[in-house]
């Protein structure tokens, strides 16, 4: 099975600091994906990458930044924590570079980050 | 651009009913592809079924079917004798055409279902 895993499970942080949330995925997916999940608003893309070293905004990528350096790990970066970054945040990947349309993601169980 | 709408921020349904979850979307593209997943209070997203558009018929898994209605745009996910395993968010995702490696997959808001004894 395909197994996608998030370092932590509960993370709580103060305001400024620099926040790591990791990744991995061990299925030699190709794309991997960041989301964050807030009550009302669904999920929404943060960022994303096709190819190591390779990154593309999502819908919402003010605050963040990501690093991806091995095809297995994408990290997703808080340079300075704010409240309002307090939220689900949800990592993905998937198999192929071509993006068909019935390619489905696979999901990590999620990190919930609190802001104080 | 493409859009997915769910309604119904939550429902109550008792078990051994079935239910329908509604879902709408927006899209150009010519091809798409629908999805329905499955969030449990533990956090993971789990697939549930996917619908193309080009499909004859509706999608069906085990007791999860899609009502697809192509020229209304909805793809409605009906769960058949409801469990209270079935208790979760449930969220409608569409991927469209265009964009190759970027093709990005784009979520509702998600409906909270309740399943009652």
């Known amino acids: 099975d395909v197994k996608v895993t998030q370092s932590s499970r509960y993370l709580v942080k103060r305001t400024g600091e620099k926040v790591f949330l990791e990744c991995v995925q061990d299925m030699d997916h190709e794309n991997m994906f960041w989301y964050r999940q807030d009550p009302g608003l669904g999920l929404r893309l943060i960022y994303f990458s096709y190819d190591v070293k390779m990154k593309e905004k999502g819908d919402i990528p003010e605050g963040y930044s990501v690093s991806r350096e091995k095809k297995e790990r994408f990290s997703l970066i808080l340079e300075s924590a704010s409240t309002n970054q307090t939220s689900m945040y949800l990592c993905?990947?998937?198999?192929?570079?071509?993006?068909?349309?019935?390619?489905?993601?696979?999901f990590g169980s999620g990190t919930q980050l609190s802001v104080l | 651009a493409q859009k997915i709408t769910q309604t119904q921020p939550g429902m109550f349904v008792q078990e051994k009913e079935a239910v329908t979850l509604d879902c709408t979307y927006d899209t150009s593209d010519p091809s798409y592809g629908l999805f329905w997943y499955k969030q449990p209070s533990s956090g993971e997203m789990i697939f549930l079924i996917y619908q193309g558009s080009y499909d004859q018929q509706n999608a069906t898994e085990g007791r999860y079917s899609l009502n697809f209605q192509k020229a209304r745009k909805s793809a409605n996910l009906v769960i058949s004798a409801s469990q209270l395993g079935d208790s979760a968010m449930y969220f409608c995702a569409m991927r469209g055409t265009y964009g190759g490696a970027t093709n990005k997959l784009i979520f509702g808001t998600g409906t909270l279902l309740a399943v009652q004894p």
């Open positions: 993905a990947s998937s198999p192929s570079r071509t993006g068909k349309t019935n390619e489905k993601l696979f």
